[in-house]
């Protein structure tokens, strides 16, 4: 199993394997992904990457990235720095 299951709405990630990425205890990640402390983007192959999946997740301007096929393996892992997320500007007036 590689912690990636294929579900009707996307992709689940097991806690486990985002906790490695980031080097934090399992048992933390689902009350930091619904505190916004973790976030994550998917994106979706094409051309020569059709049917992979990008995978990505940020935490204190880290990034773990997972890059999946259709089924949900794991073809690659990837963990490397980001700049700090940006804060909306408020709307001039």
Same mark, same amino acid.
Do not use: W
């Given at each position: 199993?590689?912690?990636?299951?294929?579900?009707?709405?996307? /992709?689940?990630?097991?806690?486990?394997? *985002?906790?490695?990425?980031?080097?934090?205890?399992?048992?933390?990640?689902?009350?930091?992904?619904?505190?916004?402390? *973790?976030?994550?983007?998917?994106?979706?192959? /094409?051309?020569?990457?059709?049917?992979? /999946?990008?995978?990505?997740?940020?935490?204190?301007?880290?990034?773990?990235?997972?890059?999946?096929?259709?089924?949900?393996?794991?073809?690659?892992?990837?963990? /490397?720095?980001?700049?700090?997320?940006?804060?909306?500007?408020?709307?001039?007036?």
């Amino acid at each position: 199993m590689s912690g990636v299951d294929v579900t009707p709405d996307g /992709f689940t990630v097991d806690a486990e394997v *985002i906790a490695a990425g980031f080097k934090l205890d399992p048992a933390h990640v689902p009350v930091m992904l619904r505190e916004g402390q *973790i976030t994550s983007r998917c994106e979706t192959g /094409f051309d020569k990457d059709a049917g992979r /999946f990008r995978l990505t997740f940020y935490h204190n301007a880290r990034a773990l990235r997972l890059t999946v096929d259709a089924q949900g393996a794991v073809l690659q892992q990837a963990r /490397f720095p980001v700049g700090a997320p940006r804060r909306a500007r408020p709307e001039a007036l």
